[in-house]
């Protein structure tokens, strides 16, 4: 059965960070505790180990995205394990397609410390911005 690879939590503040780079590519094989890819908070960047052994599949998302805490962001597999095609999965080359806006939050605005630090900063009013 694959593993899916989660952005972790980092606190009770921090909803999203951006994904910083992969340390492997999707199909490259992988072991449990080697660094696989590395994310950035508004105050540090941190390498995320590998939470298994096998081979890195279905990607989806990319250097500079802004991801959710505990969001699937790939998939490990054994290196002959066949994956069925999900919800998002492109049958012919077993990507998962980006996902699309979230749902709103209802009552609740969520944006990054960064993110809400640089409007507050440029006398942006986010609490109006519609939520995407």
Do not use: C
């Not at 279905?58 to 995205?65: L, M």
């Not at 410390?113 to 440029?122: D, G, K, N, S, Y």
């Amino acid at each position: 059965m694959p593993t899916e690879v989660l952005v972790p939590p980092l606190g009770q503040t921090v909803d999203t960070v951006t994904l910083v780079a992969w340390h492997k590519e999707e199909g490259e094989p992988v072991r449990q505790g080697e660094m696989l890819f590395a994310i950035e908070t508004d105050k540090a960047t941190l390498d995320i180990e590998a939470p298994a052994s096998g081979v890195l599949r279905r990607v989806n998302a990319r250097p500079g995205d802004e991801v959710h805490v505990l969001t699937a962001i790939a998939l490990i597999a054994a290196p002959d394990e066949a994956l069925d095609d999900g919800p998002g999965a492109n049958r012919e080359d077993g990507k998962v397609a980006p996902a699309g806006p979230a749902e709103p939050t209802r009552g609740r605005t969520l944006l990054s410390p960064r993110a809400r630090r640089l409007a507050e900063e440029e006398g942006v009013p986010w609490q109006t911005l519609p939520p995407t």
